[in-house]
């Protein structure tokens, strides 16, 4: 039944279409255009009238007592975050004879590790000589603090290794004194004690040499550390390009905005759900889009593209007055965010049609002055509005324009055309309008005999014939195949032979 196949192409539906995403965010491109260039602008700004302090930078050349080959950065970290505390801000600001509080002055510079002994100070000040200095001292207070702390931690080393020496001369000193109170005299039961006490004495020598060498080593090291930890890139100020920056940081801004500009495009069609695609549109109405119209080109634009716009126009007047020709009933266009281009169309159907006989078209259209538009052309149709439309003798063709947009009056639109064409412009209403367009048409009892779609997406590919449309959606119209009963009783709607023809800006045919 039409209901259970409504269903299923319904649950078959993905849940995003993401090619309508993809077109209704590119007709939105204003959108995101012009935040990218907001964006692109507001970051020249903020190079231009927000400038970086005036900066310095230096490097250091640290070394440590336990380098290895094979250190994955832990030392030169644990002198970065040496380099960022309230000891080492103090004395550099104590060198400098400033008073400035060290946490402030802490947020001003900043270590990097470049390599496992390589640390780089940058520091930003009021004026570069200030930032030079600033450099300077942090660089120096640095390299004071890493020796000595150094210098401290060998001394310690060396200072244990000689109390263990100590300790162990004295032990020494007693196996010394017990040995000595041995006579040779004594049992042979006691030469084995006596032999124990002289290997204690050779170890106790032993381990003494040790201790002494050990102590002298850990001193030893500590020039090294000494020599090797110093400033082997002098303060210098960090030079400003202005055209970098600006360059930097516009192009940041392009980024960001063009990213936030996309993104809210893209939410914008999700949320708003306006159909933009052929197939979207014919489906939503119930009907098949019969032609479709493009903007024409605007300012300074070439012969050929008028010419290709004139081609259309025409192509889509011809389409539209073969329709009404073949009608016996009054045949209205309807529009939905094209008053003005359905008027335009109105009239120049109604011209076409003035070689059959005389032509009436009827305005209803809120806020348009067709009748002056009909007027500045020469030899143009009779445009009536109202009372006076409706004196006029029934053998005159009328062809009635009105809207479908908001705040309709329904019952009105029976009287411009008992059969209608729908003049609508891609994505200006959402799918919930166009389902009320159609049911309310429906309610009605007015005909719809196809879509004339204006402005469409140029790289729509996608079919706007309904083929096999639900027979509950808006009337196909008099040339509609009729509905036949197959063999289990239900209803079923014949496929036309010819499908619906469109009528693109371009003098290649749609399908």
Known sequence: MTTSTTAQSSSSAPLLDLQALVVAVRRRRRLWASLALLGLLAGAAVAVLLPPRPAAVTKVLVAHKDDQPNDTGTLIRTDVELLDTTRIAAEALRSLGSRE??????????????????????????SEAEAV???????????????????EAAEAESKSLLDQRDRMRKELAEVNRSIGDRSPDDEPKASASIE???ARRAELDSRIAEFDQR?????????????????????????????????????IGLVLGL????????????????????????????????????????????????????????????????????????????????ARGAGVIALDVA????????????????????????????????VLRGERAA????????????????????????????RTVLVVRAGHGSAAWLHT?????????????????????????????????????APRGRDESPKRHNGTGRLRTERPVIPAATVPDSDQEAR
């Open 351 to 382: 011209g076409a049609l003035e070689a059959d006989g005389p032509v009436v078209v009827v305005d209803a259209l809120p806020g348009t002055d067709l009748a002056g538009a009909a007027r500045r052309k020469s030899g143009g149709p009779t």
């Open 196 to 198: 124990s006490l002289f």
């Open 101 to 126: 509080n060290p946490e402030d002055f802490m947020k001003d510079y900043r270590g990097t590790g470049l390599t496992n002994n390589l640390l780089q100070i940058d520091v930003t000040g009021d």
């Open 437 to 473: 367009v159609a049911r309310q048409l429906a309610d009605q009892r007015i005909t719809v005999i196809g879509v004339v779609l204006i402005d469409p997406d140029p790289r729509d590919r996608t079919d706007g014939t309904l083929w096999d449309g639900p027979h509950a959606a």
């Open 215 to 251: 102590a002298a080593e850990a001193l030893t090291g500590t020039p090294e550390v000494v020599a090797g930890t110093q400033i082997v890139d002098a303060p210098h100020a960090v030079r400003h390009s202005l055209p970098r920056a600006v360059a930097t940081d516009a192009g």
């Open 133 to 151: 200095a600033r450099a300077k001292a942090l660089a120096e207070t640095f390299v004071a603090d890493h020796v000595r702390r150094m210098r």
């Open 259 to 338: 990213v936030v500009g996309l993104a809210l495009a893209a939410v914008g069609a999700v949320v708003a759900d306006r159909p933009v695609l052929r197939r979207e549109i014919a489906a939503n109405l119930g009907a098949s889009v019969l032609a479709e119209l493009r903007h024409g080109p605007r300012g300074s634009a070439r012969s050929w593209q008028r010419r290709r716009t004139r081609a259309a126009r025409e192509r889509l007047t011809a389409t539209l007055a073969r329709l009404v020709r073949r009608s016996a009933e009054p045949v209205s266009l309807l529009e939905l965010g094209c």
């Open 391 to 418: 004196s006029e003798p029934h053998h005159v063709r009328r062809i009635g324009v009105g809207s479908v947009a908001p705040g309709t009056a329904w019952t009105d639109l029976h009287h411009l055309g008992s």
